[in-house]
């Protein structure tokens, strides 16, 4: 398809520059339309500027400007003066479809963080603090919706580098919505299955645990993650995509702890994403980095070397790693 034409075609190096300064028009618009529940508004049919903004209860005059953008960017088809979702969209952006990813609002609170950017930098941590206890139930919520979503497809690959075959007593640490503990329960019931979070997440594990089918099967327990008894006598305890939210020197801590936790011949399993060793790559780990210098007063990606000397200083061996399909890596040691 031939590229057409923009107010800035003379020069391509310039254009391609005030392309990624207004990139924030595209993202904007997108989240505006999904805030607004227009894809849900259109559903399976094709309905005129009218008969959207009737429905959301907005003028007519922003709505109409609104659709044909989502038709320029692709999320909707016009045809004369009636404007339909595309296949893509009625699976992942209508409320009630099997794939609905629409919940954003999580990213309204990162928006407010990446506003403070500048200053961030400046001064190598948030700007000002965040801490979870600022964050409103509906914002916690929101990131745990988008975490579920994510965790719930991941999962059945997730479980399949596990040998469950010994496992009587397992721990989901950091669990979130809980889906990667509960996936154990789906290969074996009989698992003594406990979950662990912050106190201002479980009641969110809560809801989730029991939209599953799951209620009274899991001990759901909290804390402080550096601080909290979290048991004892596992066989085997996950904790993925924790370790990037504290320092060094806390994750050998949690490590000690997880490790203390475990019976002989028990077995840890850690999932993260990794930057590798020039921390350059790959580009979407580099964002992860920058959000977590945004969020938190220590957190950042590991580099496998990290991870792998993380694990060996807390004493675990037989170290096997693994690459899964969906960017992530996993780490398997035994006590």
């Known amino acids: 398809?031939?590229?057409?034409?923009?107010p800035y075609s003379f020069d391509p190096v310039a254009e391609n520059f005030l392309q990624l300064a207004l990139n924030f028009e595209g993202s904007l618009t997108f989240l505006g339309a999904v805030e607004l529940d227009i894809f849900t508004a259109i559903g399976d049919d094709f309905k005129t500027a009218d008969e959207v903004a009737e429905k959301i209860g907005a003028s007519k005059r922003g709505v109409q400007r609104l659709l044909n953008s989502l038709v320029a960017m692709g999320l909707l088809q016009k045809f004369g003066q009636k404007y339909g979702n595309t296949n893509d969209v009625k699976e992942y952006l209508v409320?009630?479809?099997?794939?609905?990813?629409?919940?954003?609002?999580a990213l309204r609170f990162l928006l407010k963080t990446w506003q403070n950017f500048k200053d961030c930098i400046i001064n190598g941590k948030?700007?000002?603090s965040v801490k979870l206890s600022d964050?409103?139930?509906e914002?916690?919520?929101g990131l745990l919706f988008l975490m579920n979503w994510r965790a719930n497809r991941q999962a059945p690959e997730f479980v399949r580098y596990l040998d469950l075959s010994k496992v009587m007593k397992a721990l989901d640490f950091g669990c979130g919505s809980g889906s990667f503990g509960l996936e154990l329960l789906k290969q074996n019931i009989n698992i003594e299955l406990v979950l662990f979070d912050f106190p201002e997440i479980v009641p969110f594990t809560e809801k989730f645990v029991e939209r599953k089918g799951f209620t009274g099967f899991p001990k759901i327990i909290s804390g402080n993650p550096l601080t909290a008894d979290i048991g004892k006598d596992y066989d085997l305890v996950i904790v993925s995509n924790v370790l990037r939210y504290f320092s060094f020197?806390?994750?050998l801590k949690i490590l000690n702890k997880i490790f203390d936790a475990l019976k002989r011949k028990?077995?840890?399993v850690v999932q993260e994403t990794l930057i590798d060793n020039e921390r350059t790559s790959p580009s979407f780990a580099t964002f992860e980095s920058l959000r977590l210098l945004l969020?938190?007063?220590e957190g950042d990606l590991l580099t496998e070397t990290e991870m792998l000397l993380l694990l060996k200083e807390a004493w675990f061996s037989d170290i096997k790693t693994f690459k899964t399909s969906y960017g992530s890596t996993i780490f398997i040691g035994e006590k």
């Open 139 to 141: 914002d916690i919520e």
């Open 295 to 297: 969020l938190t007063e």
């Open 95 to 105: 409320r009630g479809a099997p794939n609905y990813i629409g919940d954003f609002r």
């Open 249 to 251: 020197k806390n994750c």
């Open 1 to 6: 398809m031939k590229k057409e034409p923009t």
């Open 126 to 128: 948030p700007t000002p």
């Open 135 to 137: 964050l409103t139930p």
């Open 266 to 268: 028990g077995k840890i």
